[in-house]
């Protein structure tokens, strides 16, 4: 079965310095990788996702994230962060059109 | 083009009570896929639907069921409520398309007291 690690359960930045969101995997079979953001008493959006190609993958608000096959990893990345960055940030896994299978979360906390 | 939404948006029940939520899939979607929430946690995955029947489960036990309708719509039913059951519980519905992205409502927050 697969499962994601996000190590950092909360991550305080500054107000435009970069940032990094660490995510982990593991899965016997290729899978599909996913960055959700949830804000404050709201459902998942989508971030980005990467399915096949390119392992730098661009998605909204100015996020990125680079797959790295050999290190199972799906980091998360972002130059400049703003305070409408703060919200809960999820990775995520899926095989085919089965289940999304979800980290436990990294709070990113944007300080003025 | 309408999103999925989800209703009610907050429910409060007793342990041993019943409840019923219910989800509208983005128009054009033939799945229908349930998750649960605590707080503090990921979404757990709970079940999926594809033409009204149900295509994979996650570790939850049979007082949670559900349905999907012809029109894609789904509900969402617990029996015998735990207060564990606590949580926000999401709907998302996508195509039956491998790495199709799956849309999320905004919600139904249970609280079981």
């Known amino acids: 079965a697969q499962s994601v690690t996000q190590l950092d359960s909360q991550v305080p930045v500054f107000e435009e310095a970069p940032v990094e969101l660490r995510c982990n995997y593991s899965?016997?079979?290729?899978?599909?990788l996913f960055w959700y953001v949830q804000y404050p008493n709201q459902g998942l959006q989508l971030l980005l996702k990467?399915?096949?190609?390119?392992?730098l993958v661009k998605g909204i608000n100015g996020f990125e994230a680079e797959f790295n096959k050999s290190q199972t990893s799906f980091h998360l990345r972002k130059p400049s962060v703003h305070i409408s960055d703060t919200a809960e940030y999820f990775c995520?896994?899926?095989?085919?059109?089965?289940?999304?299978?979800f980290g436990t979360g990294t709070r990113l906390t944007i300080i003025p | 083009e309408t999103g999925v939404t989800q209703s009610p948006t907050h429910l409060i029940k007793t342990r041993g009570q019943q409840v019923t939520l219910r989800c509208s899939s983005q128009?054009?979607?033939?799945?229908v896929s349930w998750y649960q929430q605590a707080l503090g946690q990921g979404p757990q995955f709970i079940f999926q639907?594809?033409?009204?029947?149900?295509?994979g489960r996650g570790n939850f036990p049979p007082r949670f069921s559900g349905l999907q309708f012809p029109n894609y719509s789904s509900e969402l039913n617990v029996n015998a409520l735990e207060l564990d059951d606590s949580a926000l519980y999401l709907c998302a519905s996508s195509f039956r398309l491998a790495g199709s992205e799956q849309y999320f409502g905004p919600g139904t927050r249970l609280t079981v007291t």
């Open positions: 899965s016997s079979v290729s899978v599909y």
């Open positions: 990467y399915l096949s190609g390119s392992t």
């Open positions: 128009s054009g979607h033939n799945t």
């Open positions: 995520a896994v899926r095989i085919g059109n089965e289940k999304l299978t």
């Open positions: 639907y594809y033409r009204e029947e149900e295509n």
